[in-house]
Protein backbone atom coordinates (compact mmCIF):
# COMPACT_ATOMS: atom_id res chain seq x y z
CA UNK A 1 0.00 0.00 0.00
CA UNK A 2 1.30 3.56 -0.41
CA UNK A 3 0.75 5.72 3.35
CA UNK A 4 1.27 9.32 3.56
CA UNK A 5 2.54 10.47 6.51
CA UNK A 6 1.75 14.43 7.90
CA UNK A 7 3.77 16.33 10.43
CA UNK A 8 7.33 16.78 11.11
CA UNK A 9 8.82 16.11 14.46
CA UNK A 10 9.98 13.19 16.22
CA UNK A 11 6.55 11.26 16.89
CA UNK A 12 6.45 11.21 12.90
CA UNK A 13 9.96 9.83 12.26
CA UNK A 14 9.09 7.11 14.87
CA UNK A 15 5.84 6.06 12.39
CA UNK A 16 7.28 7.19 9.13
CA UNK A 17 10.46 4.93 10.46
CA UNK A 18 8.72 1.84 11.10
CA UNK A 19 6.25 2.31 8.56
CA UNK A 20 9.03 2.36 5.91
CA UNK A 21 9.89 -1.24 7.58
CA UNK A 22 6.68 -3.05 6.89
CA UNK A 23 6.73 -5.38 4.22
CA UNK A 24 2.68 -3.97 3.73
CA UNK A 25 4.21 -0.58 2.85
CA UNK A 26 5.24 -0.23 -1.40
CA UNK A 27 5.61 3.38 -1.48
CA UNK A 28 5.85 6.04 1.76
CA UNK A 29 5.78 9.50 1.97
CA UNK A 30 5.94 12.02 4.48
CA UNK A 31 5.42 15.58 4.55
CA UNK A 32 6.27 18.52 4.91
CA UNK A 33 9.07 16.23 7.36
CA UNK A 34 12.38 17.22 8.33
CA UNK A 35 16.29 16.09 7.79
CA UNK A 36 15.23 12.48 8.10
CA UNK A 37 12.47 12.36 5.99
CA UNK A 38 14.92 11.66 2.71
CA UNK A 39 16.13 8.45 4.37
CA UNK A 40 12.93 6.36 4.56
CA UNK A 41 10.56 8.35 2.31
CA UNK A 42 9.74 10.98 -0.48
CA UNK A 43 8.72 14.43 0.45
CA UNK A 44 6.77 16.53 -1.20
CA UNK A 45 6.78 19.43 1.19
CA UNK A 46 3.26 20.34 1.75
CA UNK A 47 2.51 22.07 4.84
CA UNK A 48 0.28 20.69 7.36
CA UNK A 49 -2.25 22.90 7.02
CA UNK A 50 -2.71 23.20 3.48
CA UNK A 51 -5.62 20.85 2.99
CA UNK A 52 -6.44 21.11 -0.33
CA UNK A 53 -3.25 20.75 -1.64
CA UNK A 54 -2.70 17.46 0.53
CA UNK A 55 -6.08 16.05 -0.71
CA UNK A 56 -4.96 16.95 -4.26
CA UNK A 57 -1.22 14.87 -3.55
CA UNK A 58 -3.02 12.25 -1.94
CA UNK A 59 -5.68 11.88 -4.91
CA UNK A 60 -2.67 12.14 -7.53
CA UNK A 61 -0.62 9.38 -5.85
CA UNK A 62 -3.42 7.01 -4.99
CA UNK A 63 -2.84 7.20 -1.34
CA UNK A 64 -4.42 3.84 0.71
CA UNK A 65 -3.51 5.38 3.94
CA UNK A 66 -2.87 8.73 5.66
CA UNK A 67 -1.59 8.81 8.83
CA UNK A 68 -1.94 12.05 10.87
CA UNK A 69 0.21 12.51 13.84
CA UNK A 70 -0.15 16.26 14.98
CA UNK A 71 -3.55 17.35 16.47
CA UNK A 72 -4.26 20.91 15.15
CA UNK A 73 -5.05 18.94 11.51
CA UNK A 74 -7.55 16.29 12.96
CA UNK A 75 -9.65 19.03 15.18
CA UNK A 76 -9.46 20.85 12.15
CA UNK A 77 -11.10 18.46 10.31
CA UNK A 78 -8.59 17.10 7.93
CA UNK A 79 -9.93 13.46 7.97
CA UNK A 80 -13.55 14.93 7.68
CA UNK A 81 -12.06 16.27 4.35
CA UNK A 82 -10.27 13.43 3.26
CA UNK A 83 -12.98 10.80 3.88
CA UNK A 84 -15.70 12.75 2.12
CA UNK A 85 -13.25 12.96 -0.92
CA UNK A 86 -12.97 9.11 -0.51
CA UNK A 87 -9.88 8.93 1.15
CA UNK A 88 -8.81 6.79 4.55
CA UNK A 89 -7.35 8.93 7.30
CA UNK A 90 -5.67 7.03 10.57
CA UNK A 91 -7.21 9.73 13.14
CA UNK A 92 -10.52 10.62 14.51
CA UNK A 93 -12.61 13.24 12.64
CA UNK A 94 -13.49 16.88 14.01
CA UNK A 95 -16.21 15.41 16.41
CA UNK A 96 -14.39 12.95 17.93
CA UNK A 97 -11.06 14.94 18.30
CA UNK A 98 -13.01 17.28 20.17
CA UNK A 99 -11.84 14.94 23.44
CA UNK A 100 -8.56 16.90 22.91
CA UNK A 101 -9.87 20.35 20.97
CA UNK A 102 -12.01 21.12 23.83
CA UNK A 103 -11.37 20.33 27.32
CA UNK A 104 -15.18 21.46 28.28
CA UNK A 105 -16.03 18.34 25.61
CA UNK A 106 -13.87 16.07 27.42
CA UNK A 107 -14.47 17.52 30.98
CA UNK A 108 -18.05 16.95 30.37
CA UNK A 109 -17.86 13.70 28.82
CA UNK A 110 -15.70 12.49 31.58
CA UNK A 111 -18.39 13.70 33.72
CA UNK A 112 -21.37 11.83 32.21
CA UNK A 113 -18.85 8.73 31.85
CA UNK A 114 -18.26 8.50 35.51
CA UNK A 115 -14.29 8.34 34.52
CA UNK A 116 -12.45 9.74 37.06
CA UNK A 117 -10.56 12.86 36.77
CA UNK A 118 -9.95 16.29 38.97
CA UNK A 119 -13.37 18.44 39.85
CA UNK A 120 -13.66 21.10 38.02
CA UNK A 121 -16.22 23.87 36.70
CA UNK A 122 -15.93 25.72 33.45
CA UNK A 123 -16.00 29.72 32.23
CA UNK A 124 -16.95 31.72 29.68
CA UNK A 125 -16.48 35.10 31.50
CA UNK A 126 -13.71 36.55 33.69
CA UNK A 127 -15.91 37.63 36.42
CA UNK A 128 -17.82 34.49 36.99
CA UNK A 129 -14.08 33.03 37.06
CA UNK A 130 -12.87 35.43 39.49
CA UNK A 131 -15.56 34.71 42.08
CA UNK A 132 -15.02 31.25 41.75
CA UNK A 133 -11.51 31.16 42.55
CA UNK A 134 -12.08 32.99 46.16
CA UNK A 135 -14.21 30.12 46.66
CA UNK A 136 -11.43 27.27 46.62
CA UNK A 137 -8.35 26.47 47.74
CA UNK A 138 -4.53 26.59 46.09
CA UNK A 139 -3.12 25.17 44.08
CA UNK A 140 -5.34 25.98 41.16
CA UNK A 141 -5.09 24.59 38.26
CA UNK A 142 -6.40 26.80 34.96
CA UNK A 143 -6.73 25.40 31.60
CA UNK A 144 -7.54 27.35 28.32
CA UNK A 145 -10.21 25.22 26.56
CA UNK A 146 -8.91 25.09 22.99
CA UNK A 147 -5.81 24.15 21.80
CA UNK A 148 -2.67 26.09 22.89
CA UNK A 149 0.25 24.52 21.40
CA UNK A 150 0.48 22.44 25.15
CA UNK A 151 0.89 25.78 27.18
CA UNK A 152 -2.39 26.36 28.34
CA UNK A 153 -1.84 25.14 31.70
CA UNK A 154 -1.23 27.27 34.75
CA UNK A 155 -0.50 25.60 37.74
CA UNK A 156 -1.50 28.51 40.46
CA UNK A 157 -0.18 28.20 44.09
CA UNK A 158 -1.62 31.15 45.01
CA UNK A 159 -5.40 33.29 44.66
CA UNK A 160 -3.51 36.21 43.20
CA UNK A 161 -1.73 33.83 40.53
CA UNK A 162 -4.76 32.54 39.69
CA UNK A 163 -6.70 35.36 39.04
CA UNK A 164 -3.31 37.03 37.31
CA UNK A 165 -3.75 33.53 35.13
CA UNK A 166 -7.76 34.13 34.36
CA UNK A 167 -6.83 38.14 33.19
CA UNK A 168 -3.84 37.01 30.91
CA UNK A 169 -6.39 34.08 29.63
CA UNK A 170 -9.28 36.17 29.15
CA UNK A 171 -8.74 39.69 28.91
CA UNK A 172 -4.84 39.58 27.24
CA UNK A 173 -5.95 36.30 25.68
CA UNK A 174 -2.01 35.03 25.26
CA UNK A 175 -4.29 32.36 23.55
CA UNK A 176 -6.22 34.03 21.42
CA UNK A 177 -10.18 32.34 21.38
CA UNK A 178 -8.84 29.30 22.86
CA UNK A 179 -8.27 30.83 26.54
CA UNK A 180 -11.57 32.53 26.32
CA UNK A 181 -13.36 29.99 27.83
CA UNK A 182 -11.90 28.18 30.93
CA UNK A 183 -12.06 25.27 32.73
CA UNK A 184 -10.67 25.93 36.63
CA UNK A 185 -9.92 22.42 38.32
CA UNK A 186 -8.50 20.83 41.41
CA UNK A 187 -5.29 19.74 41.93
CA UNK A 188 -4.07 15.81 41.43
CA UNK A 189 -0.98 15.19 42.83
CA UNK A 190 0.44 11.92 42.30
CA UNK A 191 2.93 9.73 39.45
CA UNK A 192 1.90 10.90 35.52
CA UNK A 193 1.46 8.30 33.00
CA UNK A 194 0.42 7.55 29.63
CA UNK A 195 -1.32 4.84 28.01
CA UNK A 196 -2.15 5.03 24.37
CA UNK A 197 -4.83 2.90 23.10
CA UNK A 198 -5.71 2.40 19.31
CA UNK A 199 -9.85 2.53 18.88
CA UNK A 200 -11.15 1.49 15.55
CA UNK A 201 -14.88 2.95 16.75
CA UNK A 202 -15.98 -0.34 18.43
CA UNK A 203 -12.67 -2.42 19.49
CA UNK A 204 -10.47 -0.61 21.63
CA UNK A 205 -6.51 -2.34 22.15
CA UNK A 206 -4.99 -0.67 24.74
CA UNK A 207 -0.65 -0.36 24.04
CA UNK A 208 2.24 -0.54 26.29
CA UNK A 209 1.98 2.18 29.08
CA UNK A 210 5.11 4.85 28.58
CA UNK A 211 6.14 8.11 31.30
CA UNK A 212 6.86 11.49 29.70
CA UNK A 213 9.03 13.80 31.27
CA UNK A 214 8.27 17.42 30.57
CA UNK A 215 9.99 19.49 33.14
CA UNK A 216 13.15 20.88 31.22
CA UNK A 217 15.63 20.50 33.90
CA UNK A 218 16.40 17.38 36.33
CA UNK A 219 14.48 16.17 39.18
CA UNK A 220 11.29 17.74 37.69
CA UNK A 221 12.29 21.43 37.98
CA UNK A 222 12.27 24.71 35.55
CA UNK A 223 8.95 25.01 33.01
CA UNK A 224 7.24 22.63 31.37
CA UNK A 225 8.63 21.74 27.49
CA UNK A 226 6.62 19.14 24.96
CA UNK A 227 8.77 16.33 26.83
CA UNK A 228 12.45 16.34 27.26
CA UNK A 229 12.42 12.54 27.18
CA UNK A 230 10.13 8.72 28.23
CA UNK A 231 10.54 5.53 29.28
CA UNK A 232 8.38 2.37 28.13
CA UNK A 233 6.95 0.82 29.42
CA UNK A 234 5.92 2.63 32.74
CA UNK A 235 6.87 0.33 35.89
CA UNK A 236 3.79 2.68 37.92
CA UNK A 237 1.50 1.43 35.94
CA UNK A 238 1.22 -2.16 36.72
CA UNK A 239 -0.93 -4.66 35.30
CA UNK A 240 -3.82 -4.05 38.34
CA UNK A 241 -3.55 -0.03 37.01
CA UNK A 242 -3.85 -1.10 33.71
CA UNK A 243 -6.92 -2.80 34.28
CA UNK A 244 -8.59 0.10 36.26
CA UNK A 245 -7.26 2.27 33.42
CA UNK A 246 -9.15 -0.02 30.55
CA UNK A 247 -12.35 -0.74 32.51
CA UNK A 248 -12.63 2.72 34.31
CA UNK A 249 -11.82 4.84 31.60
CA UNK A 250 -10.76 4.05 27.52
CA UNK A 251 -14.14 1.31 27.90
CA UNK A 252 -16.40 4.00 29.58
CA UNK A 253 -15.30 6.51 27.10
CA UNK A 254 -15.85 4.62 24.36
CA UNK A 255 -19.44 3.85 25.31
CA UNK A 256 -20.09 7.38 25.77
CA UNK A 257 -19.22 8.46 22.34
CA UNK A 258 -20.77 5.79 21.07
CA UNK A 259 -23.90 6.93 22.83
CA UNK A 260 -23.50 10.29 22.01
CA UNK A 261 -23.24 8.89 17.66
CA UNK A 262 -19.37 10.12 17.79
CA UNK A 263 -17.21 7.45 16.37
CA UNK A 264 -13.91 7.28 17.12
CA UNK A 265 -11.19 5.48 14.91
CA UNK A 266 -7.51 6.14 15.94
CA UNK A 267 -5.59 6.77 18.59
CA UNK A 268 -6.73 7.77 22.43
CA UNK A 269 -4.04 9.34 24.53
CA UNK A 270 -5.02 8.95 28.01
CA UNK A 271 -2.84 11.71 30.36
CA UNK A 272 -3.46 9.73 33.84
CA UNK A 273 -1.90 11.20 37.53
CA UNK A 274 -1.92 7.94 39.26
CA UNK A 275 -2.17 8.04 43.13
CA UNK A 276 -1.86 4.91 45.26
CA UNK A 277 -2.57 2.69 42.11
CA UNK A 278 -5.54 4.83 41.08
CA UNK A 279 -5.48 5.84 37.48
CA UNK A 280 -7.48 9.75 37.43
CA UNK A 281 -7.57 11.22 33.49
CA UNK A 282 -5.32 14.69 33.45
CA UNK A 283 -6.21 14.94 29.48
CA UNK A 284 -7.53 13.17 26.63
CA UNK A 285 -5.40 13.25 23.17
CA UNK A 286 -6.69 12.19 20.00
CA UNK A 287 -3.36 11.00 19.02
CA UNK A 288 0.13 9.67 19.75
CA UNK A 289 2.15 11.25 22.40
CA UNK A 290 5.04 12.92 21.74
CA UNK A 291 7.60 11.43 22.92
CA UNK A 292 5.76 8.41 24.43
CA UNK A 293 5.25 6.97 19.92
CA UNK A 294 9.34 7.32 20.15
CA UNK A 295 9.71 4.89 23.22
CA UNK A 296 6.32 2.93 22.55
CA UNK A 297 6.48 2.27 18.92
CA UNK A 298 10.32 0.54 18.93
CA UNK A 299 9.06 -2.38 21.09
CA UNK A 300 6.06 -3.10 19.15
CA UNK A 301 6.74 -6.67 17.73
CA UNK A 302 3.13 -6.30 15.65
CA UNK A 303 3.16 -4.77 11.60
CA UNK A 304 2.54 -1.20 12.26
CA UNK A 305 1.07 -0.14 9.07
CA UNK A 306 -1.41 -3.15 9.62
CA UNK A 307 -2.98 -2.06 12.88
CA UNK A 308 -3.02 1.54 11.65
CA UNK A 309 -5.06 0.43 8.63
CA UNK A 310 -7.19 -2.14 10.26
CA UNK A 311 -7.91 0.81 13.12
CA UNK A 312 -9.11 3.06 10.31
CA UNK A 313 -11.00 0.77 8.31
CA UNK A 314 -12.59 -0.05 11.90
CA UNK A 315 -11.50 -3.64 11.60
CA UNK A 316 -9.82 -3.98 14.54
CA UNK A 317 -11.40 -7.21 16.33
CA UNK A 318 -8.91 -10.10 16.13
CA UNK A 319 -5.97 -7.74 15.63
CA UNK A 320 -2.94 -8.93 18.31
CA UNK A 321 -0.88 -6.54 19.48
CA UNK A 322 2.87 -8.09 19.92
CA UNK A 323 5.45 -6.34 22.25
CA UNK A 324 9.31 -7.03 22.78
CA UNK A 325 10.03 -7.90 26.26
CA UNK A 326 12.38 -4.99 28.02
CA UNK A 327 11.90 -1.27 27.62
CA UNK A 328 13.01 1.44 25.88
CA UNK A 329 14.35 5.08 26.82
CA UNK A 330 14.11 8.14 24.69
CA UNK A 331 16.45 11.67 26.06
CA UNK A 332 15.88 14.25 24.01
CA UNK A 333 18.79 16.83 22.72
CA UNK A 334 17.21 20.47 23.14
CA UNK A 335 18.40 24.10 21.35
CA UNK A 336 20.25 25.83 24.29
CA UNK A 337 17.46 28.10 25.82
CA UNK A 338 14.70 25.88 24.72
CA UNK A 339 12.06 26.30 26.33
CA UNK A 340 12.70 30.08 25.84
CA UNK A 341 14.37 31.84 23.00
CA UNK A 342 16.86 29.74 20.77
CA UNK A 343 19.28 29.74 18.40
CA UNK A 344 18.50 27.71 14.98
CA UNK A 345 21.12 26.49 12.25
CA UNK A 346 23.24 24.60 14.98
CA UNK A 347 25.78 21.74 12.74
CA UNK A 348 24.87 18.38 14.36
CA UNK A 349 27.45 15.88 14.51
CA UNK A 350 27.41 11.83 15.05
CA UNK A 351 24.00 10.96 14.45
CA UNK A 352 25.10 8.04 11.88
CA UNK A 353 27.58 6.58 14.77
CA UNK A 354 24.02 6.07 17.13
CA UNK A 355 22.01 4.72 13.88
CA UNK A 356 24.95 2.08 13.19
CA UNK A 357 24.44 0.98 17.09
CA UNK A 358 22.09 -2.10 17.57
CA UNK A 359 18.50 -1.17 19.52
CA UNK A 360 19.42 2.12 19.09
CA UNK A 361 17.89 4.92 17.47
CA UNK A 362 17.98 8.70 16.35
CA UNK A 363 14.31 10.81 15.79
CA UNK A 364 14.41 13.33 14.29
CA UNK A 365 12.14 16.70 15.76
CA UNK A 366 13.69 20.33 14.93
CA UNK A 367 15.95 19.21 12.40
CA UNK A 368 16.71 19.97 8.48
CA UNK A 369 19.18 19.82 5.95
CA UNK A 370 21.26 22.38 4.41
CA UNK A 371 23.98 21.83 2.23
CA UNK A 372 24.01 18.19 2.68
CA UNK A 373 24.15 18.81 6.53
CA UNK A 374 22.02 18.61 9.65
CA UNK A 375 21.34 21.50 11.61
CA UNK A 376 18.88 22.47 14.45
CA UNK A 377 15.65 24.43 13.33
CA UNK A 378 13.53 23.64 16.33
CA UNK A 379 13.67 23.83 20.25
CA UNK A 380 13.51 19.74 20.23
CA UNK A 381 16.33 18.62 18.20
CA UNK A 382 16.65 14.50 18.55
CA UNK A 383 15.24 11.76 19.81
CA UNK A 384 18.24 9.60 21.36
CA UNK A 385 16.44 5.84 21.79
CA UNK A 386 17.69 3.12 23.18
CA UNK A 387 16.08 -0.08 23.82
CA UNK A 388 17.00 -2.97 26.75
CA UNK A 389 16.20 -6.00 28.50
CA UNK A 390 15.89 -4.34 31.85
CA UNK A 391 14.72 -0.52 32.35
CA UNK A 392 18.07 0.47 33.56
CA UNK A 393 20.05 -0.83 30.22
CA UNK A 394 17.68 0.60 28.29
CA UNK A 395 18.64 3.99 30.03
CA UNK A 396 22.21 3.21 29.75
CA UNK A 397 22.19 2.72 26.05
CA UNK A 398 20.21 6.27 25.17
CA UNK A 399 22.64 7.88 27.17
CA UNK A 400 25.98 6.10 25.81
CA UNK A 401 24.48 6.94 22.48
CA UNK A 402 24.23 10.82 23.69
CA UNK A 403 27.51 10.94 23.89
CA UNK A 404 28.40 10.17 20.47
CA UNK A 405 26.20 13.48 19.43
CA UNK A 406 27.26 16.74 19.61
CA UNK A 407 25.90 20.37 18.91
CA UNK A 408 26.56 24.12 19.97
CA UNK A 409 24.94 24.53 23.05
CA UNK A 410 22.60 21.70 23.39
CA UNK A 411 21.08 20.25 26.21
CA UNK A 412 19.34 17.65 27.82
CA UNK A 413 18.16 15.67 31.12
CA UNK A 414 20.98 13.41 32.83
CA UNK A 415 17.91 11.70 34.80
CA UNK A 416 14.94 10.17 32.34
CA UNK A 417 13.32 7.33 33.65
CA UNK A 418 14.44 8.35 37.40
CA UNK A 419 10.98 7.39 38.74
CA UNK A 420 10.34 3.97 36.73
CA UNK A 421 14.11 2.55 38.41
CA UNK A 422 12.56 3.89 42.07
CA UNK A 423 9.99 1.39 41.56
CA UNK A 424 11.78 -1.15 40.28
CA UNK A 425 14.41 -0.77 42.84
CA UNK A 426 11.60 -0.75 45.84
P1 LIG B 1 -2.12 19.14 29.88
O1 LIG B 1 -1.83 20.21 28.87
O2 LIG B 1 -3.55 18.95 30.22
O3 LIG B 1 -1.33 17.90 29.59
O4 LIG B 1 -1.42 19.62 31.22
C1 LIG B 1 -0.04 19.83 31.26
C2 LIG B 1 0.51 19.35 32.56
O5 LIG B 1 -0.07 20.08 33.63
C3 LIG B 1 0.18 17.90 32.86
O6 LIG B 1 1.07 17.03 32.25
C4 LIG B 1 0.32 17.88 34.36
O7 LIG B 1 1.68 17.81 34.73
C5 LIG B 1 -0.20 19.24 34.75
N1 LIG B 1 -1.62 19.15 35.14
C6 LIG B 1 -2.70 19.31 34.36
N2 LIG B 1 -3.84 19.17 35.06
C7 LIG B 1 -3.47 18.91 36.34
C8 LIG B 1 -4.18 18.69 37.56
N3 LIG B 1 -5.51 18.71 37.62
N4 LIG B 1 -3.46 18.44 38.66
C9 LIG B 1 -2.11 18.45 38.65
N5 LIG B 1 -1.39 18.66 37.53
C10 LIG B 1 -2.05 18.92 36.40
N1 LIG C 1 3.94 14.06 25.59
C1 LIG C 1 2.82 14.88 25.75
C2 LIG C 1 1.94 14.94 24.58
O1 LIG C 1 2.21 14.36 23.54
O2 LIG C 1 0.90 15.57 24.69
Known amino acids: MKILVIGSGGREHALAYFLSRSSAVDRLYWTPGNAAT??????????????????????KEDINLTVVGPELPLVEGLTDYFEENGLLVFGPKAEA????????????LMEEASIPTAKYESFLNFEEASRYIDKID????????????????????????????????????????????VVIEEYLSGEEATVLALCDGEVILPMISSQDHKPVFDNDKGPNTGGMGAIAPAPVVTDSVMMKVMDRIMYPLLNKLKTKGITYRGVIYAG??????????????????????????????????????????????GADLAWEDG????????????????????????IEKVERNPDSYVFHAGTKKVDNKVVTSGGRVLNIVGKGKTLKEAIDKAYKNVSLVQFENMHYRKDIGFRGLKHLNN
Open 97 to 108: AMIEGSKIFAKK
Open 38 to 59: EQIAENPGIPVDDFEVLLKFAK
Open 138 to 181: PPIVVKADGLAAGKGVTICYSREEAKQTLHNYFIEKIFGESGTR
Open 327 to 350: YACDVVIASGGYPGKYEKGKVIEG
Open 272 to 317: LMIADGEPYVVEFNCRFGDPEAEVVLPLLKSDLAELLLSTSLGELS
